[in-house]
C-alpha cells in the first residue's frame, strides 16, 4: 500500500498468494483510491482492458525495452557509455577549443564546422546537468539489484530469529493503525507512506514493514523500513536503509526531474533537446569525419601506429 | 609564462565551471530548500545555460564578422 505524497492517492497493491504472484505478475492487482473520498480512480483490469497508453509504453521503453531485468541492465550500461561519453567530451573540448573564444558557433566556412562549435557549446554547456541525469540513471537502472542485496543482506538479518515461526494468517493480524503509531515512533516522527503487509513481495512473513519517509525537504526523499511484528503489534526492528538505497532514493528525483514545479519540468525537456542535439551532432560529426582522419584510423587498425592528434583548425 | 597560462585557463574554462557550478546548485536547491525562493533560484540557475547557448546562437546568427574578428584579436 502507498500513500501519494505529491497527489491525494493511495495505491493498494493484492495478489492470491505470494506463490501465485512469483509463478505470474499478471497475478497482481492493483486499485487507486481517491484519499479524500474513497472512491476508486483506476483498477489493474481496467487499464489492462485499455491498453497500453503512450506514457506506460514510453516508460516501459525507457526503463527496460521490454525485456525486463536483462532490458534494465543493457541500459544501465548505456548510461555508463553516455557518461563515459562526456568525460571523453571533457577531455577533448580542452585541446579542440584552445584557439576560440568560448560560444564561438562559427556558420560561414563549412557545415561539419558549423555542427562541430555546436556540439562543443550545446555539450559543455550542459554538461553537468546531463552528467547528473546520466549517473542517477544507472542508479535507477541498478534498483531490482540493489533492492535484492538489500534483502539478501539486512532484511534476513533482521528476519532470522523468525526462520521457525509459523507463518502468518489473515485471521490472527494485529491492527494496522497501532504498527502505523509503533513504526512512526521508534523513526523519529517520519512520515509512514508505504506498507508492505506480511507475505507480500519485497516483505516480510511474520511482519508489516513499513516505510517512514523524513519530513524535511530533502528527507522528504528518503525512508527507512521498520518491522512491526503482524501477531504482537510489537516493533522489532528498525533497518535502516543501507546507503545504496539512500542513493537510489535520491538518485530519483534528481533523473526524473519532478520537484521543482512545472518550470522545472520544462527546463528539463529543454536540456533533454539540448542533449538529443549534443548526441545527434556526435553522431553526424562521426559519419561526415574528414578523409584524414579515416584514413589514419584504418592506418591505425593496420599498423597499430596512433597518429598525433590533430587540432581542428 | 605562468600567469598567462593561468589567464588562458580561466578564458577557456570559466564559462563552463561557471555554467556546471550554476547547474548544480540549481539541481540542488529545489531539491533541499522546497518552494518559494528555492524554487526561483533554481529555475534560473538552470535557466543559464539554455539562455548561454541561445545568446551565442543568435550572435552566430546575427553578425558571423563579430566572431571572427575577436577570435583574431
Same mark, same amino acid.
Given at each position: 500500500?502507498?500513500?501519494?505524497?505529491?497527489?491525494?492517492?493511495?495505491?493498494?497493491?493484492?495478489?492470491?498468494?505470494?506463490?501465485?504472484?512469483?509463478?505470474?505478475?499478471?497475478?497482481?492487482?492493483?486499485?487507486?483510491?481517491?484519499?479524500?473520498?474513497?472512491?476508486?480512480?483506476?483498477?489493474?483490469?481496467?487499464?489492462?482492458?485499455?491498453?497500453?497508453?503512450?506514457?506506460?509504453?514510453?516508460?516501459?521503453?525507457?526503463?527496460?525495452?521490454?525485456?525486463?531485468?536483462?532490458?534494465?541492465?543493457?541500459?544501465?550500461?548505456?548510461?555508463?557509455?553516455?557518461?563515459?561519453?562526456?568525460?571523453?567530451?571533457?577531455?577533448?573540448?580542452?585541446?579542440?577549443?584552445?584557439?576560440?573564444?568560448?560560444?564561438?558557433?562559427?556558420?560561414?566556412?563549412?557545415?561539419?564546422?558549423?555542427?562541430?562549435?555546436?556540439?562543443?557549446?550545446?555539450?559543455?554547456?550542459?554538461?553537468?546537468?546531463?552528467?547528473?541525469?546520466?549517473?542517477?540513471?544507472?542508479?535507477?537502472?541498478?534498483?531490482?539489484?540493489?533492492?535484492?542485496?538489500?534483502?539478501?543482506?539486512?532484511?534476513?538479518?533482521?528476519?532470522?530469529?523468525?526462520?521457525?515461526?509459523?507463518?502468518?494468517?489473515?485471521?490472527?493480524?494485529?491492527?494496522?493503525?497501532?504498527?502505523?503509531?509503533?513504526?512512526?515512533?521508534?523513526?523519529?516522527?517520519?512520515?509512514?507512506?508505504?506498507?508492505?503487509?506480511?507475505?507480500?513481495?519485497?516483505?516480510?512473513?511474520?511482519?508489516?514493514?513499513?516505510?517512514?519517509?523524513?519530513?524535511?525537504?530533502?528527507?522528504?526523499?528518503?525512508?527507512?523500513?521498520?518491522?512491526?511484528?503482524?501477531?504482537?503489534?510489537?516493533?522489532?526492528?528498525?533497518?535502516?536503509?543501507?546507503?545504496?538505497?539512500?542513493?537510489?532514493?535520491?538518485?530519483?528525483?534528481?533523473?526524473?526531474?519532478?520537484?521543482?514545479?512545472?518550470?522545472?519540468?520544462?527546463?528539463?525537456?529543454?536540456?533533454?533537446?539540448?542533449?538529443?542535439?549534443?548526441?545527434?551532432?556526435?553522431?553526424?560529426?562521426?559519419?561526415?569525419?574528414?578523409?584524414?582522419?579515416?584514413?589514419?584510423?584504418?592506418?591505425?587498425?593496420?599498423?597499430?601506429?596512433?597518429?598525433?592528434?590533430?587540432?581542428?583548425? | 609564462?605562468?600567469?598567462?597560462?593561468?589567464?588562458?585557463?580561466?578564458?577557456? %574554462?570559466?564559462?563552463?565551471?561557471?555554467?556546471? &557550478?550554476?547547474?548544480?546548485?540549481? !539541481?540542488?536547491? +529545489?531539491?533541499? @530548500?522546497?518552494?518559494?525562493?528555492?524554487?526561483?533560484?533554481? %529555475?534560473?540557475?538552470?535557466?543559464?545555460?539554455? &539562455?548561454?547557448?541561445?545568446?551565442? !546562437?543568435?550572435? +552566430?546568427?546575427? @553578425?558571423?564578422?563579430?566572431?571572427?574578428?575577436?577570435?583574431?584579436?
Amino acid at each position: 500500500m502507498f500513500m501519494d505524497d505529491d497527489a491525494p492517492q493511495i495505491f493498494v497493491t493484492m495478489a492470491p498468494s505470494f506463490a501465485a504472484m512469483k509463478g505470474d505478475v499478471r497475478k497482481i492487482h492493483f486499485i487507486r483510491f481517491d484519499t479524500r473520498t474513497g472512491e476508486v480512480l483506476q483498477r489493474s483490469e481496467q487499464s489492462r482492458r485499455q491498453g497500453v497508453k503512450v506514457v506506460g509504453f514510453a516508460k516501459e521503453l525507457h526503463e527496460s525495452l521490454f525485456a525486463g531485468f536483462p532490458g534494465e541492465m543493457f541500459l544501465a550500461f548505456m548510461a555508463l557509455l553516455f557518461v563515459i561519453a562526456i568525460g571523453t567530451g571533457i577531455a577533448l573540448y580542452g585541446p579542440y577549443t584552445r584557439k576560440a573564444r568560448f560560444g564561438t558557433v562559427r556558420g560561414a566556412r563549412s557545415r561539419r564546422t558549423y555542427w562541430f562549435d555546436l556540439h562543443n557549446l550545446l555539450g559543455i554547456a550542459t554538461l553537468a546537468w546531463a552528467t547528473v541525469v546520466g549517473v542517477t540513471g544507472i542508479m535507477n537502472e541498478m534498483s531490482t539489484p540493489l533492492f535484492e542485496a538489500w534483502k539478501k543482506r539486512d532484511l534476513a538479518a533482521a528476519l532470522a530469529p523468525y526462520r521457525h515461526h509459523p507463518p502468518i494468517t489473515n485471521t490472527n493480524l494485529a491492527p494496522l493503525d497501532g504498527a502505523v503509531q509503533t513504526a512512526e515512533a521508534a523513526m523519529d516522527g517520519a512520515a509512514v507512506r508505504r506498507i508492505v503487509f506480511p507475505g507480500a513481495n519485497n516483505g516480510s512473513p511474520y511482519h508489516y514493514l513499513l516505510w517512514g519517509y523524513g519530513t524535511k525537504p530533502l528527507t522528504r526523499e528518503l525512508s527507512n523500513p521498520a518491522l512491526v511484528d503482524a501477531r504482537s503489534g510489537q516493533l522489532s526492528a528498525v533497518v535502516p536503509a543501507p546507503w545504496y538505497l539512500s542513493a537510489l532514493q535520491l538518485s530519483r528525483p534528481l533523473h526524473f526531474g519532478d520537484y521543482g514545479g512545472l518550470p522545472l519540468k520544462i527546463l528539463w525537456a529543454l536540456l533533454d533537446l539540448m542533449t538529443i542535439v549534443v548526441l545527434g551532432s556526435g553522431l553526424y560529426l562521426w559519419i561526415a569525419r574528414p578523409r584524414r582522419e579515416r584514413a589514419a584510423a584504418a592506418r591505425e587498425s593496420l599498423h597499430g601506429a596512433s597518429p598525433a592528434m590533430e587540432p581542428a583548425e | 609564462m605562468t600567469r598567462r597560462r593561468r589567464s588562458s585557463f580561466a578564458a577557456q %574554462w570559466g564559462w563552463p565551471i561557471g555554467l556546471a &557550478l550554476l547547474t548544480l546548485f540549481g !539541481l540542488l536547491s +529545489a531539491l533541499i @530548500g522546497e518552494g518559494g525562493i528555492w524554487w526561483w533560484l533554481s %529555475w534560473a540557475a538552470l535557466a543559464a545555460p539554455l &539562455l548561454v547557448i541561445a545568446h551565442h !546562437l543568435r550572435r +552566430a546568427r546575427k @553578425g558571423r564578422s563579430h566572431h571572427a574578428r575577436a577570435r583574431s584579436s
